[in-house]
């Protein structure tokens, strides 16, 4: 199979992001395991960093579409192979939210039956966003209102700060770069940090494999409407079109203004940009 490897990476990298970082999000809901946001901020940072140390050497480990959009716009990788990176995230992030339930689905329906959560009703967002992702985040407090443009904007930013901080930690001619082995650790780090800041607004998905496959799986097993709350799919312009965007202004800004500066700075004036 043609970027059979690159399939494999994406798929399985995703896989672990995914499970790792729901997984916490999981525990904390059922049996109040974390004490605060920062925790499951945490995991997700080590999740990310755990899966990119897996798969990079099979496929660069983008784990996230609009990351892969990203790269394809600047020119880091070619248009042909995004149907490829794309299909395999959503897979495995579909595979990763089926392995949590099969985990948890006891769990999950005693603490629904202990709640008198129905689920598929509006209450039982409560264990849906165990899956997917919600704005305002259901276990932020009554301070968190956020609007449809808001939260498309919380997004956004997230997604265009983490992949301004992927193009630079992976850009051969900034000088002030960490070394390539610690480059994952500071990207799962800069997850932390921006789940720490913006999840109370969004959840902080920043992926829409992420959010759209367990989401579906969500609705598969009867959690209906209730794992898509918005009539007017606002799901899909906050987790989807949010973080592409986000990433595709990232890559925009970064390849025509940053990189000819870093560029034009290096000793050797060449392009020196390693497998991204």
């Not at 248009?79 to 006891?106: D, E, K």
């Not at 265009?160 to 992976?170: A, D, R």
């Not at 969004?202 to 609705?219: E, I, K, M, V, Y």
Request: with cysteine; proline share 5%; hydrophobic share 50%.
């Amino acid at each position: 199979m043609k970027y059979g490897h690159e399939f494999i990476g994406e798929l399985l990298g995703t896989f672990l992001l995914v499970f790792i970082g729901c997984s916490s999000v999981a525990v904390s809901v059922l049996f109040s395991a974390h004490a605060g946001l920062f925790q499951i901020a945490l995991i997700w940072g080590i999740g990310v960093t755990i899966a990119i140390y897996a798969t990079r050497h099979l496929s660069c480990a983008h784990l996230n579409p609009a990351v892969s959009v990203a790269m394809a716009l600047g020119r880091r990788m070619t248009w042909q192979r995004l149907p490829v990176y794309v299909a395999a995230q959503f897979i495995g992030a579909f595979l990763a939210a089926a392995l949590l339930y099969l985990l948890f689905s006891g769990s999950i329906s005693q603490y629904e039956g202990i709640h008198a959560i129905v689920r598929g009703t509006p209450q039982s967002i409560k264990t849906a966003q165990i899956f997917g992702e919600f704005y305002p985040n259901p276990g932020a407090g009554a301070a968190a209102a956020v609007t449809l443009g808001g939260a498309f904007g919380a997004e956004a930013v997230g997604t265009f700060i983490l992949v301004l901080m992927i193009f630079s930690l992976t850009e051969g001619c900034n000088l002030g770069r960490p070394s390539d082995n610690l480059c994952p650790f500071f990207i799962g780090l800069t997850v932390t940090v921006l789940i720490s800041v913006l999840a109370p607004l969004t959840q902080a998905g920043f992926n829409p494999a992420r959010d759209f496959s367990p989401r579906l799986f969500a609705w598969l097993m009867g959690w209906g409407t209730a794992a898509l709350p918005d009539a007017h799919y606002g799901f899909v312009i906050v987790y989807m079109l949010g973080p592409v965007t986000g990433a595709m202004a990232a890559s925009t800004l970064f390849t025509f203004v940053i990189e000819p500066l870093m560029q034009a700075k290096s000793l050797s004036g060449k392009t020196c940009r390693p497998c991204a």
